[in-house]
């Protein structure tokens, strides 16, 4: 079913926000669903594993940087005198090892008008981490044309800090665990004040991902934190919702 999705059109992007702490959305995270005909909306974290392994997740990628840019760009005419939102993209590990991501991408942002800056990459620890060199080189390709780039659920991963020193990174995005365990253990709200103590000392952004209720706003604020996403500012949803 998967091999035919992207033909038949049953593939789109919702957007959730990401908000500064004081609730003024700065961009959205593109997030892809699937309408099955017979099994109604199907989450990535079903299908994404299977086009991972089967190598759909090629062709799946080069659907969501498309339309991404596309919406992006229908968004910045909307939006014109407001400061432009960024849309930021989750690229896998087969992406990265991919030869053709960088001229897939160089591709996307010469056909849709999009301003520098405003389309971001996600990448996850464990994508980067299955050849470092590789992905610095095509991360520095992707900055070089004007990509943001986020490292995706960290600290779930191998959390290297070397590779928070060593790729070109603008933001790293706290996974929701960490979030959620701040209400419930005690070393939890230390862990993330660490990490954002950290990324301030390499002068990246945090982002902090799956915030719910307002006292995780709250913590999350005396910590320094700068940027949240999650339901307390927005669940994903179609581009034209937002507009
Ligand atoms: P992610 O990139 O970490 O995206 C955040 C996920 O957390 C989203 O789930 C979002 O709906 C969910 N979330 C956000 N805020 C909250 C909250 O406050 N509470 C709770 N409980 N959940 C929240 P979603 O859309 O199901 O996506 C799951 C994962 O699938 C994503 O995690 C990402 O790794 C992957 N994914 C989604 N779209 C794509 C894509 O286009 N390409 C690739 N390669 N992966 C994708
Ligand atoms: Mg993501
Ligand atoms: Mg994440």
Redesign the pocket.
């Known amino acids: 079913d998967l091999h035919s999705a992207i033909e038949r059109g049953e593939l789109s992007?919702?957007y959730?926000p990401q908000a500064r702490i004081d609730r003024t959305i700065t961009g959205f995270?593109?997030?892809?669903?699937w309408h099955h005909p017979q099994r109604g909306t199907i989450?990535?974290?079903t299908f994404?594993p299977i086009?991972?392994e089967s190598g759909l997740?090629v062709q799946?990628?080069l659907y969501?940087l498309e339309q991404a840019a596309r919406e992006l760009a229908s968004w910045q005419s909307v939006l014109a005198s407001d400061a432009a939102p960024f849309v930021s993209?989750?690229?896998?590990s087969r992406?990265l090892d991919s030869p053709d991501l960088v001229e897939a991408v160089t591709g996307a942002l010469s056909e849709h008008p999009v301003p520098v800056g405003c389309l971001h990459v996600?990448i996850?620890e464990s994508a980067v981490m299955r050849d470092v060199a590789r992905s610095q080189d095509v991360l520095k390709q992707l900055k070089a044309l004007g990509c943001h780039l986020a490292l995706?659920?960290f600290g779930t991963g191998h959390s290297s800090l070397s590779l928070l020193q060593r790729l070109p990174l603008d933001y790293v995005?706290i996974?929701?665990s960490f979030i959620t365990a701040m209400s419930g253990e005690f070393s939890g709200e230390s862990m993330v004040g660490a990490i954002i103590q950290i990324a301030k000392i390499l002068h990246l952004t945090v982002i902090a991902?799956?915030?719910?209720a307002e006292t995780d706003e709250l913590r999350l604020r005396a910590l320094g934190c700068q940027l949240g996403?999650?339901?307390?500012y927005g669940?994903?949803l179609p581009a034209p919702q937002w507009q």
């Not at 995270?29 to 669903?33: M, N």
């Not at 993209?89 to 896998?92: K, M, T, Y």
């Not at 996403?229 to 307390?232: D, F, I, L, S, W």
Request: aromatic share 4%; hydrophobic share 30%.
């Open positions: 992007l919702y959730q995270e593109a997030l892809v669903r989450a990535p974290g994404i086009a991972e997740i799946i990628g969501v993209i989750n690229v896998s992406q996600e996850t995706d659920d995005k996974d929701r991902e799956g915030i719910e996403q999650g339901y307390r669940k994903p």
